[in-house]
């Protein structure tokens, strides 16, 4: 996809919010559709604030990064996508985040579905301890009414787009905690996959493997990019810098909140940084 | 019915029949066990209302203080069965008490040892022997030969004490951090000295409530003492004799023909009730006074 | 205080022998591990006294004491069957109620509740296991069996206990008068559904919150999450705590045996008076006058002892397969 115009937002306490609309604009000039959106998040945990004031487009099949120091956010920020952070208690979001223009946090909608639609692939592998079939089988299960053939199908197709297709299809039986860990992390993934998500969020996701099954993960996402959107949370920019096609640099406030200080196409972020934090940050001057 | 395909026009409100019914399932179900909570508390608040609503009514001073009369006579009450549990429950006390501090001392100051963890394992299992074999147990060591006694009854009831005193140790010892221990030594102190001048006034109120709860374990139990104490109708202080205690007059009186005895057997279950509960709260309310003090 | 089997150490003699004989320490470590030994030497001396104690049975009767039907002692005659059904047939009755109970209060307390209630709740739960045996063996007569048990069983026996309708449904059929296994069973469902509840209550608090997370993130309910991957994860452990549970309803003696009627005939129905183990060995200790009947009273309670025993090591076997249950990760 061209990476037209570049889409630098500062949301900080004095910009003016961005509306979706603005951003929709854009897009069309751009040819970048965004799936989703965020407009002035700011995410609590009783009193204290986690996340502040992020506005932020993901761009469908696209690879968002978000980047920035441990404790800044950035998970808090991933989960506000599929609404994770619900299963907190005493948790608070303000302002609005949308999929496919729709609100996910309105009143009547079904959390249910919004996490369907919104898949997410976490830090350490965790597979159900059932069999690699039963894991990746899990999520169509839910509906029910699926025939046996129909669900074969659906677990072959699963474990093909994840890669692990042929380094399990004999030992489909087999329980899926027996895999290596970046075999697991594909499982994972192959099990998201299975429901057919439209956006994948994935949570560190090779901060757990070896050097080998993150090669092969980011290789995955590659290739995944073509049917879904991906948000990467990372905090390996080198990592982000490969395998991103846009990048967030989130960084801690002095009252410990969270904020977006720079989004902008990853080239143009890991070479000529608008923002000097953000430069001190990648070019490796604080960790 | 397949999944939705990913078709990113479709509305997030989803109002499927399948959908509805995810819906309804998760509703229904989680509503059950609430339900099911709701259950458990009514069985717990009908006893207790029950005990002592029925049982006021025969709680009077003269039942408190006076002993055994038959009911030919009438009056009377269970003093002799107050001094009589009294008298069980602490020399049970005196024998789980501190049997039961130092095996926890062994237990938390050799954890990885196979004794260790076999008597942690061995401490859960012997809190799930029924009382009545506990019971047996002591009459065929002690009483076969010399004959039902206050002292047999204690040595049950010390059994049934054991495992809860050394839990209850063994955890609050555990909270005590290592380098006090650690520091005693260093300076010098001979283990003992350390475990008794040192860990054991941190662990205090651990054994505190540990006492408070095995008192409460015990003090209803009946089956043990029906083949070690015996019961009596008369008031006796001597340990080698049969002694009354509250558990055995009031399995006794429930069983009575007598309506007068019955309403006794309430009296009784309302002290013993209160009691019990008196002692579970206190423990509770210690430890949670502890946990908040502790952060 | 210096020994004389003290080895140069230099300055200090800061060896742990030759401290701990100069300070005592050698009474304390052997008075420590004495009393933790005889924590475990008190189960084994039970299962050894009780097994001396009953030889004169042992050898009289032998194996028919589990085999035969027929409790005669005066005539001599020892067969246990109607006690091991009764003590079997009123632990089930207690398991099958208590146990769906117990699961739902264990989930809603770990799942659903808010936090500030969970103490409480939980606490108010647990009182019930505090209530003593005969307490509930009281109650049981004055209260639960006239104004619950009754109507219950009667309910049962005019709806499925006629042996023309349900010919094969021996179970609920009559002569009914309260004092029954039924009755027994119910109440056992009380005492031990404190056991089941926060075992499971515990065991579900241990699986890992990453596995409600993926299943939650994949699209479930918060039902499909419990019911799909939180019970099965802690099924070995659930599964304990019934075996834990059942292991407490085979020994309770007071309560049984005032509410089961203290009948020694075996029947096949849960509303026929009945007797357990335990009630037996309670209410004809007072009469044995020969040493045959004492003996094979306590024969019967080494019975106890032994079916105890070993559901307990199970039970706790499998509660602890469940803290150590983590995800293999190989590289």
Known sequence: ?287 | MSIPSADSSRRLIRSSARERGRRWMNIVMLGLTGLATLLAIVPLAWIIVDVFVRGSSALTVEFLTQTFRPTSIGGGGIWHALVGTAILVGVASLFSVPVGILAAFYVVTHPNTALGLAVRFGTDVLSGLPSIVVGLFIYTVFVVGRGYSALAGSLALAILMLPVVVRTTEEMLKLVPKSLREASLGLGAPEWKTSFSVLLPAALTGVVTGLMLAVARVAGETAPLLFTALGSNNLSTALDKPIAALPLTLFKYAVDPSKTRNAQAWAIAMIIVTLVLLLNISARLVALWRSKMMH | MVSANQPRQGRSDSSPVARALQHGDVPYRAIIALSALSLLGLMVGVGIMLWLRSEPTRVAVGWSLITSKEWNPVGEVFGAIPFIAGTLNTSLVALVVAFPLGLGIAIFLSELCPVQLRTILGFLVELLAAIPSVVYGAWGIFVFIPAFVQPVGNFLMNAFGNPANFPFLPIFQGPFFGASTLAAGLILAVMILPTISAISRDVLLAVPRAQREAALALGSTEWETIWQVVLPYGLSGILGGIILGLGRALGETMAVTMVIGNVSKLSASLLSPGYSLASVIANEWGESRTPMYASALLELGLLLFIMSLLLNIVARLLVWSVSRKTPEQRA
């Open chain 1, 1 to 287: 996809m061209a990476q037209s115009v570049p889409i630098a937002l500062r949301a900080s306490v004095t910009a003016p919010p961005l509306p979706v609309v603005s951003t929709t604009a854009l897009n069309a000039v751009s040819e970048l559709s965004t799936k989703m959106a965020l407009d002035r998040v700011s995410v609590c945990y009783g009193a204290f604030v986690a996340v502040a004031d992020v506005s932020l487009p993901v761009y469908t099949r696209h690879i968002t990064a978000i980047i920035g120091p441990s404790g800044c956010g950035k998970s808090t920020l991933l989960r506000a996508l599929n609404r994770m952070n619900d299963l907190i208690p005493h948790t608070r979001l303000t302002g609005h985040v949308l999929l496919d223009g729709e609100d996910i946090y309105a009143p009547q909608v079904d959390v249910v579905e919004i996490r369907r639609r919104v898949g997410m692939v976490f830090q350490r592998p965790n597979p159900f301890p059932k069999t690699i079939y039963d894991n990746v089988a899990y999520g169509p299960r839910l509906y029910g009414g699926i025939r046996k053939s129909e669900l074969d199908q659906i677990v072959e197709r699963s474990l093909r787009r994840a890669a692990l297709w042929d380094e399990v299809k004999d030992k489909l039986k087999q329980s899926g905690m027996a895999l290596s860990g970046g075999q697991q992390q594909r499982l994972c993934i192959a099990r998201a996959i299975a429901v057919e998500p439209e956006v994948i969020l994935m949570d560190e996701p090779c901060s757990a493997l070896d050097p080998v099954a993150t090669l092969k993960i980011e290789e995955l996402m590659q290739v995944l990019k073509s049917d879904y959107t991906i948000v990467i949370v990372t905090h390996n920019m080198q990592q982000a810098a490969r395998v991103s096609d846009h990048t967030a640099m989130m960084m801690m406030r002095p009252d410990r909140a969270g904020e977006v200080i720079e989004f902008d196409v990853t080239t143009k972020i890991f070479t000529r940084p608008g923002d000097k934090r953000t430069e001190d940050y990648v070019t490796g001057r604080f960790g």
